[in-house]
């Protein structure tokens, strides 16, 4: 079974900064793509940034230059960085990652079970 935790969330103010982190355990024999994805109330769940595990790097528009992704392949990890909050980044924060067991060898994407992000104004 693969697991992913998310850390991190929590209440800022706007302009303030928090960090989330996801670990990704179990039976893994590799873990590509890396992301992190939100959902606010009544909305769709968005893209925020996603990472590769050769360090490429996509932003969605509303967090380009605020927030900052990365990782450690050496501990399954992925990181958010989010720095000059705004009430509208509130959210439940998910991780997202393509992984590959000894069950099937083939990648399949897992899930977090989210972690609330709430600004403040």
């Known amino acids: 079974q693969v697991q992913l935790v998310e850390s991190g969330g929590g209440l800022a103010q706007a302009g303030g900064s928090l960090r989330l982190s996801c670990v990704v355990s179990g039976s893994i024999v590799r873990v590509d793509g890396m992301g992190w994805y939100r959902q606010a109330p009544g909305k769709q769940r968005d893209y925020v940034a996603i990472i590769s595990r050769d360090g490429s790097i996509t932003y969605g528009d509303s967090v380009k230059g605020r927030f900052t992704v990365s990782r450690d392949n050496n501990k399954n990890t992925v990181y958010l960085e989010m720095d000059s909050l705004k009430p509208e980044d509130s959210a439940i924060y998910y991780c997202?990652?393509?992984?590959?067991?000894?069950?099937?060898?083939?990648?399949?994407?897992?899930w977090g079970q989210g972690t609330q992000v709430t600004v403040s104004s």
């Open positions: 997202n990652a393509e992984v590959m067991t000894p069950m099937t060898f083939k990648m399949m994407d897992y």
